[in-house]
């Protein structure tokens, strides 16, 4: 039981660095990539742990490392769909294999900004629904 624990906070201190490296650089994630990096490489983590029995933080690293790549990846895609939906008042949709991201703006609220649906959707099904507001010059 402790040596589960020990993995786990090992892996959280793990995704936590990656999410920080994220933000070096010219380039940086936006909130929703960097949101998604840190829940990509947790949950990352937590699966390679569990899928290698045979060296557990080999999968724990490898895990993180590739969950925290794909989630940022996917929460960066998603806010720019949102903002390009909230700029020309247009649906955008991206898709890459069986993922498709899919942004919807629902239109102007009392602040100036841009009420956007983001749906998520993985082999044609719908998994995720999300509305926020996106502000010009965010």
Do not use: H
């Not at 498709?100 to 998994?127: D, E, M, W």
């Amino acid at each position: 039981m402790i040596r589960k624990i020990g993995v786990v906070g090992t892996m959280l201190g793990l995704s936590t660095l990656l999410f920080s490296c994220a933000q070096t650089g010219q380039y940086t994630l936006s909130p929703a990539g960097q949101q998604g990096a840190a829940v990509g490489g947790i949950l990352g983590a937590t699966a390679g742990t569990m899928l290698d029995s045979s060296n557990r933080w080999r999968g724990g690293v490898l895990g993180a490392a590739m969950g925290a790549i794909l989630g940022g990846t996917l929460g960066q895609v998603a806010n720019n769909a949102a903002q390009q939906a909230a700029q020309n008042n247009q649906t955008v949709q991206y898709t890459n294999g069986n993922q498709t991201i899919q942004a919807v703006p629902q239109g102007q609220t009392s602040n100036g900004c841009t009420q956007v649906t983001t749906k998520y959707y993985q082999n044609g099904q719908l998994v995720k629904t999300e509305t926020r507001e996106v502000c010009p010059g965010q």
